[in-house]
């Protein structure tokens, strides 16, 4: 692998780790166990190659402190399959006869690092690249794609669903449009001797274009912001407007024929990290459910707040903070725990209190 770097400025994350050392009041969101965090899944961490296949419930050790680093991860999956991560954000490439499939180009000037990532595995141009959904912080680099194909002499294909397709031209994306559109769910496509399906999800998720894209022949499903793998879930469950239909598409996924999960986000995935999210999601339920039973209304609803407003947030934090206090002894030392589970409190405890 060629020492290449891209720094998490150009990453995008300068707004959000402007320090190494964080101030003590916010260490409850920034919370890191003594030895990292650990494995979602027990998985056995294991160093990146571009060389050696993973195991099939593997993950890549240090994932976090790498991240930080600006390290190019490159882990062979399949014989022609790989995964490469940088700052934060991750996708799959594979190697066909001719030339290379990407699925998502990615963004923030990561583009470039998986071109030279790309570069070190193989010498084959780039020349199909799928849009997973139609937001900018994992398409947006596909200039980069387009400039590397040019100068190669081939024709780059961008492929994307037709609701990805719609979603990009009614947000005014300045994104290159895809050359081909599928249908949302049950349309595919080949790549050489690779069939790729797209499957919209049905319910909520973490956007209205929302696929499943899954390798065939390789066993590699590809969504991004659904599940972080190795992770607690992201904020409001990857940015879903509701939690309806999420335990649906945790379903829907795992039933689906892959072995390796990519993930956009987290390490590298296998079905014992759906299974890890559904039992989650059942003990958040579960937690949320006895924290809207026990805790008192009347105990905030009176004078001593001076107006109702102030009473039900302080009624509704005290549910929030039942409910973590529950889940925190199972779940506490996961990546994100602090950070993100108050939010998916909340959205439970909407989803089943009306």
Do not use: C
């Given at each position: 692998m060629k020492a290449f770097k891209v720094s998490l400025i150009a990453a995008g994350f300068a707004t959000l780790f402007t320090t190494a050392v964080f101030a003590e009041e916010t260490r409850s969101f920034t919370y890191l166990p003594d030895g990292g965090y650990p494995s979602t899944t027990d998985a056995n961490f294991v160093a990146p190659s571009a060389k050696t296949a993973l195991n099939v419930g593997d993950k890549i050790g240090n994932l976090t402190q790498r991240n930080f680093n600006g390290d190019v991860i490159v882990q062979k999956l399949t014989d022609n399959a790989y995964w490469v991560q940088i700052g934060f954000y991750n996708t799959v490439f594979l190697v066909g006869d001719d030339g290379v499939l990407l699925m998502d180009p990615l963004a923030y000037g990561s583009g470039e690092a998986v071109l030279a990532a790309i570069a070190d595995v193989t010498d084959k141009p780039v020349t199909a690249v799928v849009y997973s959904h139609h937001h900018e912080d994992h398409i947006g680099d596909i200039s980069v794609f387009e400039k590397a194909a040019k100068d190669a002499?081939?024709?780059?294909?961008?492929?994307?669903?037709?609701?990805?397709?719609?979603?990009?031209?009614?947000?005014?994306?300045?994104?290159?449009?895809?050359?081909?559109?599928?249908?949302?769910?049950?349309?595919?496509?080949?790549?050489?001797?690779?069939?790729?399906?797209?499957?919209?999800?049905?319910?909520?998720?973490?956007?209205?274009?929302?696929?499943?894209?899954?390798?065939?022949?390789?066993?590699?499903?590809?969504?991004?912001?659904?599940?972080?793998?190795?992770?607690?879930?992201?904020?409001?469950?990857?940015?879903?407007?509701?939690?309806?239909?999420?335990?649906?598409?945790?379903?829907?996924?795992?039933?689906?024929?892959?072995?390796?999960?990519?993930?956009?986000?987290?390490?590298?995935?296998?079905?014992?990290?759906?299974?890890?999210?559904?039992?989650?999601?059942?003990?958040?339920?579960?937690?949320?459910?006895?924290?809207?039973?026990?805790?008192?209304?009347?105990?905030?609803?009176?004078?001593?707040?001076?107006?109702?407003?102030?009473?039900?947030?302080?009624?509704?934090?005290?549910?929030?903070?039942?409910?973590?206090?529950?889940?925190?002894?199972?779940?506490?030392?996961?990546?994100?725990?602090?950070?993100?589970?108050?939010?998916?409190?909340?959205?439970?405890?909407?989803?089943?209190?009306?």
């Open positions: 002499g081939v024709k780059l294909e961008i492929i994307a669903t037709d609701a990805t397709a719609k979603g990009m031209k009614a947000h005014g994306s300045e994104v290159t449009p895809a050359t081909k559109e599928l249908k949302f769910s049950g349309d595919s496509f080949t790549f050489g001797d690779e069939t790729i399906t797209v499957y919209g999800l049905a319910d909520s998720a973490h956007t209205y274009d929302s696929a499943l894209w899954i390798l065939e022949n390789a066993k590699i499903a590809h969504i991004p912001d659904v599940v972080n793998p190795d992770q607690m879930p992201y904020l409001n469950f990857g940015g879903s407007d509701t939690f309806e239909g999420y335990e649906d598409n945790l379903a829907f996924i795992k039933a689906k024929e892959w072995t390796y999960f990519s993930g956009g986000h987290g390490n590298i995935g296998s079905k014992a990290d759906f299974t890890f999210m559904q039992e989650y999601v059942a003990d958040l339920k579960a937690a949320t459910g006895d924290a809207l039973g026990s805790v008192n209304p009347g105990d905030y609803f009176v004078a001593k707040y001076n107006n109702h407003q102030a009473s039900a947030k302080a009624y509704y934090d005290a549910i929030t903070a039942k409910a973590m206090d529950t889940l925190r002894p199972k779940y506490g030392e996961f990546y994100g725990f602090e950070a993100s589970v108050p939010d998916q409190i909340v959205m439970v405890r909407d989803a089943i209190s009306h």
